[in-house]
């Protein structure tokens, strides 16, 4: 029993670790978020903390701040910050503050966060503040009288967020490589395509090689309209027909099942091919484990935040497969296969194991912010399950070739470059490093 548990995991979570996240949730759309052009990059970086609902954005982000959105504020970066576990400053003396929301009594409250902990934060809350670049003026001076906006408000307890982790020596490691010869440096990185809040923030030299590759390569730009629209039409049914002509009676009740278990339309349901539906129904379920809806989980996802980083720095973005070689490579299982895969993931949300998908997840979470590879190899391993047309589809030719075209670039180009992957793609035996060192390379964990 324990064997075949393992094996319907590895049906729900193997697209989290193997393939880009394509997100196939049924949604509202939402109206356009209030942000100011010189905040982008530092609310993408914050969005990830879990600090702020990014609700927020819609909601009179500019405009002047509540004191309810003040408190809740700081009372989530206060709970970030003692996730560091860091030891208490025996000394420590709270500054006053008033409980108002100006930019000054915000600065002193989260002042007073990083103060409580044994930190060389000095005395003087704004001077701090200022020399580590929280506090940012403009030509008018600090304007610590003036009232913050929620977007103020928002950016100062981000900013305090990452330089705290920064100077903890703090942050998530990854499971991380680097390959290079004479005059190339690839940079290897393995992602998990969902991820949780407590991924973040990444740790400062992993960022900083980021920062200083030339182009970020990844399995998929998933931020493609163009190619996500194949995708979605890759998925979906047309011409009238349906999930319950492709599947097998008996296939087919569970799937209402469980569409009542989530209280879903199954109209909205029938029309997904097999493969698209089981991805569909593994983001619901971890969202039922993790706490985190569908969009959510893509967007802490690490190849989803490197992206958008590269966007923000206008880093070139290379394709390793792209988003329309991976819709083929899924509609182009057997229709066997995809029942197959189908089934799995239904069974393992009907007749959840003892050991559920959040179990794993979380070790693999957690071996990731560690930087644990080979806890990470294990965990990964265990999960691989028995050999199925689905786990070849996953594996095999496709690190092959992923690794020839790393293989081009340290031949051909010279610089910098920052590879992330789904971390399987490095943790199974045949990996991607396994084809690099095939090919006459060293690769060296990053961290050393």
Sequence with gaps: MKRIGKHMIAAMLGIMLMLSTIVPAIQAEESTPDISTWALETLNEGEKYGIFPTQWYY??????????????????????????????????????YKGDTTRGDIINRLYNIVASYDLPVGKDAVAYMTERKILQGSSNGLGLKEKATTQHAVVLAVRLVKDTFDLAQQGSKGVAWVVEDEDTKVYLLGSIHVGTPDLYPINKKLLTAFDEADALLVEANVVDEKDLEYFTGKAMYADGITLRDNVSAETYEKIEKVAQQYQLPMEQLVIQKPWALSSTLSFLAADETIGLSPQEMAMHGIDTYFLSNALLQEKPIIELEGVKAQADMLDGLSPEAQEQYLVATVDSILEPSAESEYDMMQEWFSSWKKGEILAFAESFKEMEGETSEFNEMLFGLRDEQMAKKIVSLLEDEKGKYFVVVGAGHFAIEKSIRYHLEQSGYDVEPFYQ
């Design 59 to 96: 909601e009179g982000f500019t405009s002047e701040v509540s004191i309810e959105r003040v408190n809740e504020l700081i009372a989530l970066t206060e709970k970030k910050i003692a996730a560091l576990e860091l030891p208490k400053n025996k000394k420590y003396s709270p500054i006053s």
